[in-house]
């Protein structure tokens, strides 16, 4: 997931703070909505509108971790 984020931001993973509004380190909605694509296409359950109130790569991981 990371990685997929660093790419689409153009950025280095580990210049990416897991805590930081990604719409403020310049995501925009066509660049999440080709995040979603990707991650539905490996069999993620999420939603557009999720990713966006959650901006965070922490909240992602939540919203992305399997259910145990």
Request: one cysteine or more; hydrophobic letters at 45%.
């Amino acid at each position: 997931m990371l990685q997929d984020v660093a790419d689409v931001l153009c950025a280095e993973p580990e210049e990416i703070d897991p805590d930081e509004n990604l719409l403020d380190q310049g995501l925009d909605s066509i660049r999440l909505m080709s995040l979603v694509s990707r991650w539905r296409t490996e069999g993620a359950q999420i939603a557009f509108v999720d990713l966006a109130e959650r901006p965070t790569l922490r909240e992602w991981a939540e919203l992305l971790a399997p259910a145990s």
